[in-house]
């Protein structure tokens, strides 16, 4: 007799355990459903698991569409991005601060910088001039003519080119200087 209720107490005991958990989902209609198993029709959807104390336990997100993995997908490259960008920037900003001590330094770098695209300036304006002057004194329509013309095309976008290297240079130099300004205070 003892062993027959002894069997019959731990057989109770393991049955409580195994029917503690609750599950909580929403069908396609979106109505909410609670029972001890969660029907197969359901396994794409949110779902949550309690425990007898009414606890959750567990909770499942929902199957995402198509279109809610792509959204996450565009959201996690956007972060990564912005990671990048903080990351990048954060190089910059410790680069400028140990390459520089004041912004008299970022006009002096500024300078010789600028200075070597004049000196490009000034030798291709000295290789120019005397193709100009050939150019004049040659006939229209000879191939010494359309050769000069060629190579003065040339250098004229050299020319161009340089100038445009010049104010872009320029300018990123004056952007690092206010942004050496925003980071040390120093004028």
């Known amino acids: ?23 909580k989902w929403k069908d396609a209609q979106g109505v909410v459903h609670y029972g001890d198993t969660m029907p197969p ?17 567990k909770q499942n997100a929902a199957a995402l569409t198509p279109e809610q993995r792509a959204k996450q997908a565009a959201d996690e490259a956007e972060a990564t991005k912005a990671k990048q960008a903080a990351i990048e920037q954060k190089r910059h900003d410790t680069a400028l601060l140990n390459t520089y001590t004041s912004p008299a330094e970022i006009d002096l770098a500024r300078d010789r910088s600028l200075e070597q695209y004049k000196l490009i300036l000034n030798g291709t304006n000295a ?35 340089t100038n445009q290297d010049m104010v ?13 300004i925003e980071l040390t205070g120093k004028k």
Request: net charge positive; glycine share 2%.
């Open 1 to 23: 007799m003892k062993t027959s209720l002894l069997s019959v107490l731990i057989f109770t005991c393991f049955t409580n355990v195994a029917h503690a958990e609750i599950y």
């Open 41 to 57: 029709q359901a396994a794409g959807s949110a779902s949550t698991e309690f425990n007898k104390k009414g606890n959750v336990v």
């Open 127 to 161: 290789r120019l001039t005397p193709l100009r002057a050939k150019q004049k004194k040659l006939p229209l329509k000879s191939a010494e003519y359309i050769e000069t013309t060629q190579r003065i095309t040339d250098l004229e976008a050299i020319i161009k080119k």
């Open 168 to 180: 872009d240079t320029a300018a990123k130099f004056d952007a690092d200087k206010a942004h050496f």
